[in-house]
């Protein structure tokens, strides 16, 4: 009878159970000529034809070891912290290529450190190291299986999230780590009712001092997402004050400051990304949220070297794309295209690594490329992933091609605070517009004035823009309805 089982996502047959010692020679020897051109050999290892048959020893206790057990739990971790992981866990799998274990410790910090440093050359490192965890042992690998769901959120495949995540789950339903990735999974995916029941179990389980600021940042993200902007406020700073090292507090307060740029606080903003910063200086999205807020303090040339900072350090597409809009709404014309043109060299660098950035491209093309072009990518990406940010890009690249009406019902999904919760000032500042297009003035005059009010700073061009609709509009009168 075949005992063996297909992973999702490949056509790979993994056996169910750990094979008999007699097979495990035969099945060394197939990974040593599998992995020879894969992960091993694109490390420069070489993995040595005989192996003694005893474990090696766990590593002892101390930094790496707390390294190991945040990586596992997906709790941030400080990028030279990472590294040395890494090299350990080469090093590991180089001498015991059967160690599914270490194959998967591997796969997860690969998928955290390109996270961490936005290089997306980590995720098909990941990918083989977590594929051949679960060739090695595919029954009850819940590491492996957390592995694949984290890399599929890195590369914003949501339906690959929540069928791993799903997996994981079920091998071991009280396991805390089990929810995060399905929560942010079922949140990309638009599915926001199983979110918050996924967060309610996870509250429900006991977890340890160490684990509990990481359910504490998932619960404030969930709380983020439904609007509840203080709950999401107190829990972030309870996590940033309990956390356990600098480098997973910076991360706390990195999201303080993003949720305090939401509200319309920059010197707020700046105080936590600055003070993430300086704990760990590899905390990319501070340093962009520093950007961000000098912005709207005004301080621009500073801005501009935030910006730069991060692009040199860690470039990401996303950051690449604020800092061309923020060179565009200062006049430097020739800044801006040389900025927009690493956005696209930069996307296609992901997309070669299995990155789904069909959100970000699409509302690019929408603003400064095709319109249409991002219609079809965003058409393709609501179908798989329905979540509030793709109706709102979808809706926006509608109105810039043309289509008004079809466009206000995806402005209109995108801010529906009865399905997501969500309040932000760029869907409210897009349907402001689409309803202006629409002829309908009292509608577009209240979303627009929505959008100053969550956050006056929100788009460098945007806000301006909001702005000047309004003067275009004028003031309401007096006896004007005002329609949902």
Same mark, same amino acid.
């Not at 997402?225 to 990195?254: F, I, K, N, S």
């Not at 296609?348 to 991002?374: K, N």
């Given at each position: 009878?075949?005992?063996?089982?297909?992973?999702?996502?490949?056509?790979?047959?993994?056996?169910?159970?750990?094979?008999?010692?007699?097979?495990?020679?035969?099945?060394?020897?197939?990974?040593?000529?599998?992995?020879?051109?894969?992960?091993?050999?694109?490390?420069?290892?070489?993995?040595?034809?005989?192996?003694?048959?005893?474990?090696?020893?766990?590593?002892?206790?101390?930094?790496?070891?707390?390294?190991?057990?945040?990586?596992?739990?997906?709790?941030?971790?400080?990028?030279?912290?990472?590294?040395?992981?890494?090299?350990?866990?080469?090093?590991?799998?180089?001498?015991?290529?059967?160690?599914?274990?270490?194959?998967?410790?591997?796969?997860?910090?690969?998928?955290?450190?390109?996270?961490?440093?936005?290089?997306?050359?980590?995720?098909?490192?990941?990918?083989?190291?977590?594929?051949?965890?679960?060739?090695?042992?595919?029954?009850?690998?819940?590491?492996?299986?957390?592995?694949?769901?984290?890399?599929?959120?890195?590369?914003?495949?949501?339906?690959?999230?929540?069928?791993?995540?799903?997996?994981?789950?079920?091998?071991?339903?009280?396991?805390?780590?089990?929810?995060?990735?399905?929560?942010?999974?079922?949140? %990309?995916? @638009?599915?926001?009712? =199983? !979110?918050?029941?996924?967060?309610? #179990?996870? *509250? $429900?389980? &006991?977890?340890?001092? +160490?684990?509990?600021?990481?359910?504490?940042?998932?619960?404030?993200?969930?709380?983020?997402?439904?609007?509840?902007?203080?709950?999401?406020?107190?829990?972030?700073?309870?996590?940033?004050?309990?956390?356990?090292?600098?480098?997973?507090?910076?991360?706390?307060?990195?999201?303080?400051?993003?949720?305090?740029?939401?509200?319309?606080?920059?010197?707020?903003?700046?105080?936590?990304?600055?003070?993430?910063?300086?704990?760990?200086?590899?905390?990319?999205?501070?340093?962009?949220?520093?950007?961000?807020?000098?912005?709207?303090?005004?301080?621009?040339?500073?801005?501009?070297?935030?910006?730069?900072?991060?692009?040199?350090?860690?470039?990401?597409?996303?950051?690449?794309?604020?800092?061309?809009?923020?060179?565009?709404?200062? %006049?430097? @014309?020739?800044?801006? =295209? !040389?900025?927009?043109?690493?956005? #696209?060299? *930069? $996307?296609? &660098?992901?997309?070669? +690594?299995?990155?789904?950035?069909?959100?970000?491209?699409?509302?690019?093309?929408?603003?400064?490329?095709?319109?249409?072009?991002?219609?079809?990518?965003?058409?393709?990406?609501?179908?798989?992933?329905?979540?509030?940010?793709?109706?709102?890009?979808?809706?926006?690249?509608?109105?810039?091609?043309?289509?008004?009406?079809?466009?206000?019902?995806?402005?209109?999904?995108?801010?529906?605070?009865?399905?997501?919760?969500?309040?932000?000032?760029?869907?409210?500042?897009?349907?402001?517009?689409?309803?202006?297009?629409?002829?309908?003035?009292?509608?577009?005059?209240?979303?627009?004035?929505?959008?100053?009010?969550?956050?006056?700073?929100?788009?460098?061009?945007?806000?301006?823009?909001?702005?000047?609709?309004?003067?275009?509009? %004028?003031?309401?009168?007096?006896?004007? !309805?005002?329609?949902?």
């Amino acid at each position: 009878m075949d005992n063996r089982v297909r992973v999702p996502g490949t056509s790979a047959l993994l056996p169910a159970e750990p094979p008999p010692r007699r097979a495990r020679r035969w099945l060394r020897r197939l990974l040593v000529a599998a992995l020879a051109g894969g992960v091993v050999a694109g490390l420069g290892l070489m993995l040595p034809e005989e192996t003694p048959h005893q474990a090696l020893p766990p590593p002892a206790a101390g930094p790496q070891a707390r390294t190991l057990t945040a990586v596992a739990s997906g709790v941030p971790t400080a990028l030279p912290q990472l590294t040395a992981l890494v090299r350990q866990q080469e090093r590991r799998v180089r001498a015991r290529p059967l160690d599914a274990p270490a194959w998967a410790v591997l796969g997860n910090a690969y998928v955290q450190r390109g996270r961490r440093t936005a290089d997306p050359a980590d995720y098909p490192r990941a990918e083989q190291a977590l594929r051949t965890s679960l060739r090695v042992r595919a029954a009850g690998n819940t590491e492996a299986l957390d592995g694949m769901a984290a890399l599929a959120l890195a590369r914003r495949d949501f339906p690959a999230a929540r069928l791993y995540g799903e997996q994981a789950l079920k091998a071991a339903p009280d396991r805390w780590t089990a929810y995060p990735p399905l929560i942010e999974a079922y949140t %990309g995916l @638009g599915d926001y009712k =199983a !979110a918050r029941v996924s967060l309610d #179990k996870l *509250l $429900e389980l &006991r977890t340890g001092p +160490a684990d509990r600021p990481a359910v504490m940042a998932r619960a404030s993200a969930v709380y983020q997402d439904r609007g509840w902007r203080e709950d999401a406020v107190a829990q972030l700073t309870d996590a940033a004050a309990a956390a356990g090292t600098p480098a997973e507090r910076a991360a706390y307060l990195t999201g303080l400051g993003q949720l305090a740029w939401e509200r319309g606080d920059p010197q707020d903003a700046l105080r936590h990304f600055e003070a993430a910063v300086g704990l760990d200086p590899d905390q990319r999205e501070a340093r962009a949220g520093q950007g961000r807020a000098l912005v709207a303090l005004g301080r621009v040339e500073q801005a501009f070297a935030a910006y730069r900072a991060a692009l040199d350090r860690h470039p990401s597409p996303q950051d690449a794309f604020e800092l061309g809009e923020l060179y565009e709404a200062h %006049g430097m @014309g020739a800044s801006a =295209a !040389a900025q927009y043109e690493q956005v #696209k060299a *930069l $996307e296609r &660098r992901e997309a070669a +690594a299995g990155v789904d950035d069909a959100l970000l491209i699409g509302r690019f093309e929408a603003d400064h490329g095709d319109p249409r072009e991002a219609v079809v990518r965003l058409r393709a990406e609501w179908r798989r992933q329905p979540a509030a940010e793709v109706a709102d890009a979808l809706g926006w690249a509608l109105h810039r091609s043309g289509a008004d009406q079809e466009a206000l019902a995806f402005a209109t999904a995108a801010t529906d605070t009865s399905r997501a919760g969500v309040r932000d000032a760029l869907y409210a500042f897009h349907r402001g517009l689409i309803e202006q297009a629409l002829d309908r003035p009292a509608p577009a005059r209240r979303h627009l004035q929505e959008a100053l009010r969550l956050n006056p700073y929100f788009s460098p061009l945007g806000a301006p823009a909001a702005r000047a609709a309004l003067g275009v509009l %004028g003031e309401q009168p007096p006896d004007e !309805a005002v329609p949902r």
